[in-house]
């Protein structure tokens, strides 16, 4: 399934608006195998730490988010990515609002 047409030519930063105090999420793509979903994220929000069993690609779009995975803290802002391997533990807080593109692929 997938909330994107295809072959439209979209932009990323424009998919997904900021709100007021909260993080906003769309899927952009899901499917068996994966999954891409873009994030807004207000200033000092935040996922608390948590694991997911698959590799994840963090994409920062907009703004700017401090990563934990094992402890261990990356400021990333736009145009820079992460991976966050898959059983470990990561958090991700938004120093400014900021957008993410999450590639999450499950095989």
């Known amino acids: ?3 994107m047409a295809h072959s439209e030519v ?3 930063s424009e998919m997904v608006d900021y709100q007021d105090g909260t993080i906003v999420s ?3 793509i899901n499917q068996d195998k994966g999954t891409v979903t873009i ?3 207000d200033k000092d929000q ?3 730490e948590h694991t997911t069993p698959f590799d994840a690609l963090l994409q920062v779009v907009d703004g700017e988010v401090e990563i934990a995975i094992s402890g261990k803290n990356h400021r990333l802002t ?3 990515m992460i991976l966050m391997p898959a059983n470990v533990p990561h958090a991700v807080k938004a120093v400014n609002k ?3 593109l999450l590639i999450m692929i499950k095989s």
Do not use: D, G, T
Request: aromatic share 14%; no cysteine.
């Open 78 to 80: 736009n145009n820079e």
């Open 98 to 100: 900021f957008k993410m």
């Open 26 to 28: 769309k899927i952009l």
């Open 39 to 41: 994030f807004a994220f």
């Open 46 to 48: 935040s996922l608390s």
């Open 1 to 3: 399934m997938s909330s």
């Open 10 to 12: 979209q932009k990323i």
